[in-house]
């Protein structure tokens, strides 16, 4: 073996390994367990030797939801291009780190502790024993075949305990497979459907026992017929609902105008959500003075004491807004853009009432996170805690309103 | 070791997968692993468990998660209420607790002697805490009744697949047991095979034309439920038993309502329609 192969061969041994930490840093959450479980597919040869199979092993056991399909694809693309053919390298890196546990470069914390944990040997004693029961089994009718000397479990049709997937993939490669990137639309970043921001808004729930008993009460029946004598006397309790409301504050018109079809979207899956005890929603334009509306066309006036009284502190105020605005309609007496308003009081102090009063309350902000440096939504986001726009963005929201 | 002869799922006469999806259902049952499959609805999710049975010529057992499923349930039950019903007039023998358990489909699984396929469907519908509660089960294959201090251990590890509509997050120790797959909503390809193994007898040119009609109208913006695999199927079969010809299908979509469910979905595509002069599907030519 000349020097330069051998320095192929390091280079090869790493990038296995190198193929989690790219994971984990693209926000993966692969834990080192998956890792091992992945190693145990190879050893099983379930990627049926070829780089396709080991794309499509990796990913059932990498990915848990579909929203990470594409940043696997991405690592994927990127990580094994110009390696398509050498799955062997794969296989051989798998062997090299069993002998040699160590990651090539920097060290995980989580990973060390499970590196140290590991019993290399019996891994290892593990893997052989499967292996020699795999070939031992095989001697029937196919039998292995070495990958250029550097596999101990490489093989080129079936394999014991292997798959048929190379040949159903005649029309690309792994890589290509992967560059396709035929995952990007479940983006949880990107996409923002209806169904989505409801499984988002799912979050925003907090239980407790309502409605029709119809649970039996084990402890209180004992109790009961114990107290009667003996006499059964069965008791029952109502199950468990969510106890939460909303409240849903809309920003109309002017600025919002573009965002019209998001809040839409937001607005349906709130209003689908059914696991609200009670869901409610109002308008206001640019900055709460003394009223909201309880419609778009802002004939039906909701002064704020009203709407205090109509929803109690427990409801969740969600506000939706793009905060953007002339600062001085926050901080300035008669600041109102509409001079029907003819507010006494600057308007941050309105939105500090309306804070106040709720327990928990939130900004929802259609704008993209670079433009919230903007002075009006920096004067919001004093306020009240600004949540983007965005699947994300709702689950953190719906996260933090439900706790107690 | 068994389990090898899992890697020969490849699909059924009249359940058409992917090579991925084979793929994931081979490895799922190589290591051993639940297999979590996650799709829109209609891909099959459900079906794919009868189809493996059928192909493995196994037992299935299904257990359909309702939101009042607890993790508990699907082990066994323990009818106390019945119990204690009888107790009340002495004409039963209720010493025997054993009459008064009853096993759910988890636990009928594991304590089948022979090796079965358990269907844990639309496990997302349940309480979040549900698939937690399922963990240790899922790894040991074994459970214990309480009452009884019977133990049971499955002497065949059941294949597993479970089926998840996203509508809840599922917690990630439960995610990282499984072997993920998402079945992909299927190609025009694809579909051509899925729709032909339901009605052979279809024409080539209004098969195509239907699913050119089906394709766009999964693409109209703005509807609330997107038509799916069995609607499509159910459609064509509504045109075929109509004997609606080909031509039929230029300027309008007949029996509509099979496809799209819901009111405002059917303004949305009345409005595409009518506004898609150039961009409808002009393949009858």
Same mark, same amino acid.
Not at chain 1, 144 to 159: C, D, E, K, P, R
Not at chain 2, 53 to 68: P, R
Not at chain 2, 72 to 88: E, H
């Given at each position: ?96 780190? #069993? ?13 060390? %502790? ?16 499967? #292996? ?66 409801? =499984?988002?808004?799912?979050? #925003? ?29 069965? =008791? ?9 409301? =909303? ?12 965002? %019209? ?15 609200? %005890? ?110 983007? #726009?965005? =699947? ?13 | ?6 890697? *020969? ?88 607790? *054993? ?187």
């Amino acid at each position: 073996m000349t020097p330069e192969s051998e320095a192929v061969q390091t280079d090869n041994a790493g990038i296995f390994l190198a193929f989690f930490f790219r994971l984990r840093s693209h926000g993966l959450k692969v834990t080192p367990q998956q890792w091992l479980t992945l190693i145990e597919g190879l050893a099983r040869g379930l990627h049926g030797s070829s780089l396709m199979g080991f794309y499509s092993l990796a990913r059932g056991i990498m990915v848990k939801d579909e929203a990470e399909l594409d940043d696997f694809d991405l690592c994927f693309a990127a990580h094994f291009k110009g390696v398509e053919t050498d799955v062997p390298a794969i296989e051989k890196a798998v062997w090299d780190w #069993l002998s040699n546990p160590v990651p090539p470069f920097v060290i995980d914390p989580e990973w060390l %502790k499970v590196i140290h944990s590991v019993d290399v040997a019996a891994l290892r004693a593990e893997l052989e024993r499967r #292996l020699a029961e795999q070939t031992e089994r095989h001697d029937g009718g196919n039998y292995w075949v070495g990958t250029g000397g550097t596999s101990a479990f490489g093989h080129s049709g079936s394999h014991p305990g292997g798959i048929r997937v190379g040949g159903d993939h005649g029309a690309g490669t792994a890589v290509q497979v992967a560059a396709e990137r035929r995952y990007q639309e479940h983006r949880k970043d990107r996409v923002l459907d209806t169904r989505q921001l409801s =499984v988002a808004l799912t979050k #925003l729930r907090a239980l407790e026992r309502r409605g029709p008993a119809d649970e039996l009460d084990l402890e209180d029946t004992i109790d009961r017929t114990a107290r009667e004598g003996g006499e059964l006397e069965l =008791v029952f309790k109502p199950p468990r609902e969510n106890r939460l409301g =909303v409240l849903l504050v809309m920003d109309v018109g002017g600025s919002m105008w573009p965002f %019209k079809q998001l809040v839409d979207t937001l607005f349906s899956a709130a209003h689908h959500a059914r696991h609200f %005890k009670r869901f409610d929603h109002v308008y206001f334009h640019n900055c709460i003075y003394e009223r909201v509306y309880g419609n778009a066309a802002f004939s039906d006036k909701i002064p704020l004491g009203d709407l205090f009284r109509r929803w109690d502190r427990e409801t969740r105020l969600v506000l939706i807004g793009d905060a953007y605005m002339y600062p001085g309609e926050i901080t300035d007496r008669f600041g109102a853009i509409d001079w029907t308003e003819r507010n006494e009081r600057p308007g941050a102090d309105y939105l500090e009432r309306v804070r106040d009063h709720f327990t928990h309350c939130a900004w929802l902000n259609p704008m993209r996170e670079e433009a919230w440096e903007e002075p009006s939504i920096r004067l919001i986001r004093r306020i009240f805690p600004m949540y983007p #726009l965005t =699947v994300q963005g709702v689950e953190e929201l719906a996260k933090n309103l439900a706790v107690g | 070791m068994r389990t090898h002869d899992f890697s *020969r799922f490849s699909g059924t006469e009249s359940y058409i997968t992917s090579p991925e999806l084979r793929h994931a259902v081979n490895v799922a049952a190589a290591i051993q692993r639940p297999l979590l499959v996650r799709g829109e609805p209609g891909t099959g999710k459900t079906l794919l468990a009868t189809a493996i049975a059928e192909d493995l010529e196994l037992e299935l057992i299904s257990w359909y998660v309702k939101s009042t499923s607890k993790a508990a349930d699907g082990l066994y039950v323990y009818d106390t209420v019945k119990r204690l019903q009888d107790s009340r007039f002495g004409d039963h023998d209720v010493s025997d607790i *054993r009459q008064y358990i009853q096993l759910g489909p988890l636990g009928r699984a594991l304590t089948d002697e022979r090796q079965v396929v358990l269907l844990i469907d639309e496990i997302d519908k349940a309480d979040l805490e549900f698939p937690n509660d399922l963990l240790h089960e899922l790894d040991v294959m074994e459970f214990t009744v309480t009452e009884t201090g019977d133990s049971h251990r499955a002497t065949r590890r059941p294949v597993v697949i479970i089926t998840s509509n996203a509508e809840k997050e599922l917690p990630d120790p439960f995610l990282r047991r499984c072997i993920f797959h998402f079945i992909e909503f299927p190609d025009e390809e694809l579909m051509t095979r899925i729709v032909r193994v339901h009605h052979p007898e279809i024409g080539k040119k209004l098969l195509e034309q239907c699913l050119a009609r089906f394709y766009w109208l999964r693409k109209v913006k703005g509807l609330r439920k997107r038509p799916s695999t069995s609607e499509l199927v159910d459609w064509i079969g509504a045109l075929l038993s109509a004997g609606v010809q080909p031509g039929q299908l230029a300027n309008e979509i007949p029996f509509l309502g099979a496809l799209i469910k819901k009111e405002e979905d059917g303004e949305a595509v009345g409005k595409a329609m009518a506004g898609s002069a150039g961009r409808w599907p002009t393949d009858d030519a």
